[in-house]
């Protein structure tokens, strides 16, 4: 007995869904936080205006859902190979090609209009950031260092947010870019315990990664090492911000979040690692910014 096609949703309500559903909106908690301990950073005698707030929410938002959309279309083929994702929106037949792309352009207008409303360098920097987001998606076709292109693109989230506020590219933007650095090893870290489930396809389709390169035990040990890069520049930003006791404790329970995180994911044993990605990684970005905000507050 064939299967029935996949129902696509009539109502406005249920084609919104799709497409928040289609980009992983709530995986938006990886990297807001981060653009936003990098605002309260950046005031100067207090917390930045509302509007600076609100643009600053609405390019992240924009810039995340064209390069999520973007990815979609660009694995359309290989997703639809892959037991694992064969069962999202562009194989299963829920949204459109025509959607998706339209969702891009969309997406995209909206980021490059809020940098223009910031000012005028976040505007002239929308372009090579928009071509990195949109780029990344073709990386692992020829590269397994497509992790830390990953990384570098929400790594840009917190010097995105810096230069909103100050406009300047100038000496104080070392402490945006020790977040940047940390925010690029924690997502490259945590980018390559995901691809640990698809090792076995990755190297039938010749996809590059690096658990496909190096096997999922040494993967481990690279995820390890880049989530023990990212506490010491956190404790480097730490002390180039001059942060206090809350920030320092917001780091150690980060540490212990990412312990427990590594111990969910063995080489023999892969089925928690979307525990670990979404969970752990979700209340590592939470506590930080939670972390940074209680000492800006002080």
């Known amino acids: 007995m064939t299967s029935a096609p996949p129902r696509r949703a009539r109502s406005l309500a249920g084609r919104l869904r799709l497409y928040l559903e289609l980009v992983r909106f709530s995986h938006t908690v990886f990297a807001l936080p981060f653009a936003l301990m ?19 929410l609405v390019c992240l938002v924009a810039a995340r859902t064209a390069a999520m959309a973007y990815n979609r279309l660009a694995d359309r083929a290989s997703d639809a190979q892959n037991p694992r994702t064969r069962a999202r ?24 209009a809020a940098a223009w409303f910031l000012n005028t360098l976040a505007f002239v920097l929308s372009f090579p950031v928009l071509a990195l987001l949109l780029g990344y ?3 692992k076709r020829f590269t397994a260092a497509s992790h830390f292109v990953l990384g570098l693109a929400l790594g840009l989230a917190p010097l995105g947010a810096w230069i909103a506020v100050r406009g300047v590219l100038d000496a104080s933007c ?6 940047g650095l940390a925010v690029l090893c924690w997502a490259a ?15 039938g389709a010749r996809l590059r990664s690096i658990p496909a ?13 880049l989530h023990a890069a990212m506490l010491v520049l956190l404790l480097a930003l730490g002390r180039a911000a001059a942060l206090g006791g809350s920030y320092g ?28 990605f979404f969970t752990a990684n979700g209340c590592v970005s939470l506590l930080l910014c939670a972390a940074t905000l209680i000492e800006v507050l002080q």
């Open 213 to 225: 390169r190096c096997g999922v035990a040494r993967a481990l040990v690279v995820a390890r090492l």
């Open 137 to 139: 998606s073709h990386t």
């Open 174 to 179: 070392l402490i945006p870019a020790l977040l």
């Open 249 to 276: 404790a917001g780091v150690a329970a980060c540490a212990a979040l990412l312990a427990w995180e590594h111990s969910l994911v063995k080489p023999y044993d892969l089925s928690r690692v979307n525990l670990a």
């Open 189 to 203: 870290g945590f980018d390559i315990l995901y691809a640990c489930q698809d090792v076995d396809f990755d190297r």
């Open 38 to 56: 990098a605002l309260f950073l950046a005031g100067t005698g207090g917390l930045p205006g509302w509007r600076t707030v609100l643009l600053v």
């Open 89 to 112: 929106h562009l194989p299963a037949g829920l949204v459109s090609v025509r959607e998706v792309a339209l969702l891009v352009l969309g997406a995209s207008g909206v980021f490059v």
